[in-house]
């Protein structure tokens, strides 16, 4: 392994599959099948390898490759690999095969969709292994074109518009962060004469006390703020999530819940914290308030949806409230249940969306009305359905009740009012999903809902490993939280020994390895 | 009484320093000439390719070496100083000689399809260049002024030459009355500038202001003035914008490809040399001008573009706003803004090109079919086409992996170098704006299902296959591997100094 550029690998290993899709005759779909599932499983191949040698204890960047790009500019082609992407790496390998695999209802240009789909997995992988500023945006933005021509050319109803929004709505936010990453760069080259946008460096620099002043550095963390707010999307900039979830192909919906989302928080961690700590400590509140926002107001719309897909895509905001929650909650359990939220955020709603992709194969519709009493005559598809719901939910013993719990204490233990009044969220989760899941599955079936096929064997293997690894992680988080933690608690410490924010000591009690361990953060003044 | 004569001093020349021009020009003349030896002969058009052909790769082997000469031998002026030969010119030079080269491809099957094969066409489209090329070279005011004139009567010409299409007549017309207009405030500007200053010479200028105080400054400003004036029209900058719809949807395609990648090069060579030659100085007195007319030609051309249903048109209202891109360079006043210009017009001229040779086909016969109705469901009917306009749009919108984004992220890195934040705001936000237009037309091909009759096949011919090619590979290539091409384009920035 030692040597062997795993990353770029990773990266490439999908985008030389778009390559050879693109000369494959398209009277051929077999073969393009062929071809994308194959890319899309090295990718995963790749991705398991690198779980497999990512060194456990260690909070640091692993696998770094580090070259010049853009040389008068100072960019650089730097990647590299921690705890905290570590996982969203392998989520979106795992994500894509399977995704490819449930869009078997794709006949139409697929050539084109596989391409796509492709140059989606390339663009992501790169957004959570890039550690130059400009190549993280690179890789941001062009995630924008895959995704709109996904949405827009094999999406439902009104997918022309819901396209538009999406690109329309990412792309003014990454105009700000834009903007706000060529002002760190010059800034630092004012002050030290060097022009780079390497992370490590910049974040050595802004967070370096009298380097960036108050005012400047809550600016820059705006505006990086505002790319990544919408993607997560936090409230109110979420309108355009439930459009384009809702008008977006079976595939596109999984990619999106599960990958593209989490690009917001991921970068939230990434950047906003390790660039600008003080002003994170400070604004903390706002983000607070609005994740907690975010979680009543978008389980009580979601309750309110006459469409199943809507129903998911609501719930996202809400689930994604937990993340941000957790994350801006400052706390070492705070941002690992974030972490794991992302996860298993990925898994459940990935199932979800693959499921309810299959019903509306089957009825060509999503409308709840038009469903009834399905758990009699399709009882092993609803059986899937009712784990992914509970898993959804944050039932104990499945994947999103470990990550929430953890985000919740994380924030109980710093701000209280916060912790409970999101707490109601996870209520309220219990009551659209499965009220949903009551409306659309017990009872007795007519007409139609009575003579559906049940689940085949290609949509079972689409959605049983992402139930499984939920049930896994339920009961044994441990093999994710050790990985997580030791880089969280690097960015909890970098946040402390920068500002004068202390997590309080029980917050560093938690977690696996607390036992071996007894001040996390050296050098930094309790 | 006979006693010694005193001979006429002439000036030395550097015959190199020209000899793009020449090679032009007298491409130009030898196809006018053959059209006048051999009339309707067949024959005489194909031979006047050849011979156009010609012209453009001598002049383009005189660039090259210009380019090596000013690399190893440093800038220099000649003739007086009226011919100032530096990185910063040959660089443009080349930006307008390979306009010149893919414009002249596209014209090719045009002109034929639309039974214009005419010779004299040829002819004036080298002719333009040329005076495009004296342009990029110009030491002198009165230089610039007699190269905006080579440089626009052919393109006047041009842009009504397909006399039976009124809306080519009438792109003629006005192009014609409003640019002769536009010189006129030009050379009133120059007049203005030698009345304060004494002296025409660019490096005059500067070594002037540098040297001495203006007491009448309201004159020195007034003529700066209308220099600005006159050069904002060429390059489509608003508020002088006004022409640029009407004369790029009338004129014949490849002359409107041929405007706004050759002609705005060379207008921004002049506007860049005229301000940072001799002007640099007065930056503080410009340089709430150029804000002025960047933020308005990105707002202009991104928000009229959004009403627009042809696409000529709405390629027009975005070259207005890709000159407030490059304005944006020029407002930073900064040796990375002057850089940053420089490439965007280099990358522009490909994507523009490349734009208008799909519109050219789209067009069909009679180069009339733009309406963005004329777009449904052209991904369906020819693929590569809808491919390569769509790779197009998005390189103009800036999307990475594409040399437009490269060239944006230059220009948006010098403006925030400069501490100029307001720009660099304005600058991003008209791109999401722009990026809804260029959207449309994508979601014209792609996800809209062509209505009516069905329509012939569109055939791509080899020439416009290349045109389409060659621009896509580069704007690839720089998008991907920008690091040599930024060493290149550093390398123009030796600009002639007072």
Known sequence: MEGFPILTAIILTPFVGALVTMVLPRRRPEYVRVVGFVATAATLGFAGALLYSFHTHSGGYQFVENTSWMGTLGVRYHLGVDGISLFMVVLTALLFPLGLLGAGDIEERLKAFTVWMLVLESALLGVFLALDLVLFFVFFEIVLVPMYFIIGQWGHGRRVYAATKFFLYTMTGSAFLLVGLLSVAFLHQASTGRLTFDLPTLMQWTSAPGNLSSVTSKALFLAFFAAFAVKVPLFPLHTWLPDAHTEAPTAGSVILAGVLLKMGTYGFLRFSLQLFPRAAVSLAPLLLVLATIGIVYGAIVAAMQPDLKRIIAYSSVAHLGFVVLGIFALTTQGIEGGVFTMISHGLTTGALFLLVGMLSDRRHTREVAAFGGLWKSIPVLSGLFLLATFASIGLPGLSGFVGEFLALIGTFIVHRPYAIVSAVGVILAAVYLLWAFQRVFTGVPDGENATLRDISVRELSTVVPLLALSLFLGIYPKPVIDRVQPSVQALICHVERTTNYRQPAVAVGGGAVAAKRTDPCAGVSK | ?498
């Open chain 2, 1 to 498: 009484m006979i006693g010694t004569v005193t001979p006429i001093v002439t000036p030395k020349i550097e015959w190199l320093a020209l000899a793009p021009e020449i090679a032009l020009g007298a491409a130009g003349v030898l196809i006018v000439l053959a059209k006048a030896l051999m009339r309707r002969r067949p024959g005489v058009f194909g031979l006047s390719i050849v011979i156009a052909f010609v012209g453009v790769m001598t002049s383009g082997a005189f660039i090259g070496k210009q380019w090596v000469d000013v690399r190893h031998g440093g800038p220099f002026t000649t003739i007086r100083g009226m011919v100032a030969l530096d990185g910063f010119g040959v660089f443009l030079g080349m930006v307008v000689l390979i306009a010149t080269v893919l414009a002249l491809l596209l014209s090719i099957r045009y002109l034929q399809r639309e039974g214009l094969d005419a010779p004299e066409y040829l002819a004036l489209m080298l002719l333009s260049a040329a005076g495009m090329l004296a342009m990029t070279t110009a030491g002198d005011l009165v230089v610039v002024f007699v190269a905006l004139e080579i440089l626009s009567i052919p393109l006047y010409v041009l842009a009504g030459f397909d006399r039976r299409r009124l809306t080519s007549q009438e792109a003629g017309m006005k192009y014609f009355v409003l640019g002769a207009f536009s010189s006129a405030v030009f050379l009133y500007g120059i007049a203005l500038v030698y009345g304060a200053t004494g002296t025409t010479s660019l490096t005059g200028i500067a070594r002037f202001l540098a040297g001495n105080t203006v007491v009448h400054e309201g004159v020195l400003y007034a003529g700066l003035a209308l220099l600005l004036v006159g050069l904002g029209f060429k390059v489509a900058a608003s508020p002088f914008h006004m022409w640029t719809p009407d004369v790029y949807q009338g004129a014949p395609t490849p002359v409107t490809a041929f405007m706004a990648s050759a002609t705005k090069a060379a207008g921004f060579a002049a506007l860049l040399r005229v301000l940072g030659t001799a002007f640099g100085l007065y930056k503080a007195d410009w340089h709430l001008a150029i804000f002025g007319l960047a933020t308005l030609s990105l707002v202009v051309g991104s928000v009229a573009g959004l009403v627009q249903r042809d696409v000529k048109r709405l390629l027009a209202y975005s070259s207005i706003a890709h000159a407030g891109y490059v304005l944006m360079g020029l407002e930073a006043a900064t040796a990375r803004g002057f850089a940053a210009a420089l490439l965007y017009l280099f990358v522009y001229a490909f994507m523009v090109i490349g734009a208008f040779a799909v519109v050219l086909l789209v067009g069909r016969r009679g180069d009339e079919s733009h309406d963005l109705d004329d777009y449904r469901g052209l991904a369906g009917r020819a693929p590569m086409l809808a491919g390569a306009l769509t790779f197009f749009l998005l390189a103009q919108a800036g999307m990475p992996f594409t040399g437009g984004f490269v060239v944006k992220l230059q220009v948006f890195a010098a403006t925030i170098q400069a501490g100029q934040y307001a720009m660099t705001i304005v600058g991003v936000l008209a791109s999401v704006v722009a990026a809804f237009y260029y959207l449309r037309v994508v979601v014209a091909m792609y996800m809209s299902e062509p209505d009516g009759a069905p329509t012939p096949v569109l055939r791509i011919d080899p020439a416009t296959a290349l045109v389409l090619v060659a621009a896509v590979a580069v704007t690839l290539f720089i998008g991907f591997l920008p690091g040599t091409f930024l060493h290149f384009a550093r390398d123009a920035t030796l600009i002639f100094r007072a």
